[in-house]
């Protein structure tokens, strides 16, 4: 299967001043990403390089099998920014039907994207008196429309409340289901997590590391945590227990090399402990750990 995306030693210079060195990743079809990296990491040029803003300097970029700057494949593509800024004056409904009409997609989608992310109620209404959630969500209805095979979002759920970032997620998963390939941009990484595929960390226009996160742990290697209750004043050891430190309410928590994490989960049942809890690195600790690594040696990492 072709991939959606494929980017293939691509180098981007500003004048003198390189940005991307030597960036390679793919993406296939019906799959969420996370494009993760401190600001000046490089993510919002490699995002203008694939809506075909801009073209690489050097080596070959993919997009929806064709180049990125082609009208044809940037009419296949949505694109939700971080900030996004609609005209004032015009309705909900007006707005969506303006982009709709640029972007040569069926007016007749208006109606029913506006009913998916919440907004028929206030279609009538003028954009200057949405909240900046509205607004979102109205961003959201125009990257949506055409029925996008390619989907990226900045920052998606800024201004939105839990309720409406939860129907974003649930929405995702079932565009992905539906076969849309989706780069999600975010700091939030608790919320994402759960919703990714893969992940591709950058740092000062490297990339780190590309994987799923099973992937990215194993190239980690950060210790597995696991909390237990009930077992204060027992004597436990294991070689490959890190370290060991009191939380709260009787819980402790033990830092494990994760190759030996069974071993230790048998080993500490046979001590009845009260409850047990298993916590392999997350994103947000892969994340750090990845960041913090290009910061120490100041090299691109692994790539898949």
């Known amino acids: 299967m072709s991939a959606v995306i494929e980017l293939n030693q691509i180098r981007q210079h500003y004048g003198r001043l390189q940005v991307l060195h030597d960036v390679s990743w793919s993406l ?10 401190h600001n000046g990491a490089g993510k919002t040029t490699t995002v203008r390089l694939i809506l075909g ?27 939700l920014p971080e900030n996004v800024m609609f005209y004032p004056q015009l309705t909900g ?11 040569g997609a069926p007016v007749s989608q208006v109606g029913e994207l506006l009913e998916q992310v919440g907004l028929s109620a206030a279609a009538g209404q003028r954009v200057k008196a949405y909240s900046k959630g509205m607004r979102q969500r109205l961003g959201l209805a125009q990257a949506l429309l055409g029925k996008p095979k390619l989907l990226i979002m900045d920052e998606p759920t ?15 998963e079932q565009l992905r289901n539906e076969g849309t390939s989706i780069i999600i941009c975010s700091h939030v990484l608790p919320g994402v997590e759960s919703y990714i595929d893969k992940a591709v960390v950058m740092a000062r226009g490297h990339l780190e590391v590309a994987g799923n996160l099973y992937e990215l742990r194993e190239y980690a290697g ?11 004043g027992v004597a436990f050891s294991h070689p ?22 069974l071993q230790v989960v048998e080993q500490l049942l046979q001590c009845q402990p009260e409850d047990l809890e298993v916590r392999p690195p997350s994103l947000e600790d892969l994340y ?17």
């Open 158 to 172: 800024v201004g939105l409340d839990p309720i409406a970032t939860q129907a974003l997620y649930r929405m995702m």
């Open 288 to 304: 750090c750990y990845y960041t913090e690594k290009a910061g120490a040696l100041g090299v691109a990492g692994v790539q898949q």
């Open 240 to 261: 490959a227990v890190q370290s060991r430190s009191a939380l709260h309410d009787g819980w402790e928590e033990l830092a494990v090399e994760p190759a030996a994490r």
């Open 93 to 103: 409904l007006e707005t969506l039907q303006h982009f709709a009409r640029l972007k």
């Open 222 to 232: 950060l210790p597995v945590r696991i909390r237990v209750k009930g077992l204060t």
């Open 53 to 79: 803003l801009i073209r690489p300097t050097s080596g070959q970029l993919k997009v929806l099998g064709g180049q990125a700057h082609d009208a044809k494949i940037r009419q296949q593509i949505g694109f």
């Open 28 to 37: 296939q079809a019906g799959e969420i990403m996370g494009l993760f990296g």
